[in-house]
């Protein structure tokens, strides 16, 4: 497997892990102002999001590189 293909493949990988993540841990306000939207999360906390979704995708693109080269999966 090529960097490119590498690359692109772990940018997938971490693409579908965020929008996984990015649900969990929302709370909204049970009265919002006037104008807010009701779903409208309080703290969104996407920085936390985003080092777990990169540490999850480092995970998952490391056992599939494991998995790919032991059985020769292109």
């Not at 990169?54 to 998952?60: E, H």
Request: aromatic share 12%.
């Amino acid at each position: 497997m090529g960097i490119v293909t590498a690359i692109a493949a772990f940018l997938t990988i971490w693409c579908v892990t965020l929008f996984v993540i990015l649900p969990f841990g929302i709370e909204t306000e049970e009265n919002p102002e006037q104008g807010w939207d009701q779903g409208a999360p309080r703290e969104h906390k996407i920085q936390k999001k985003l080092i777990i979704s990169g540490l999850l995708a480092f995970v998952l693109f490391c056992i599939w590189m494991i998995i790919s080269s032991l059985f020769g999966i292109p």
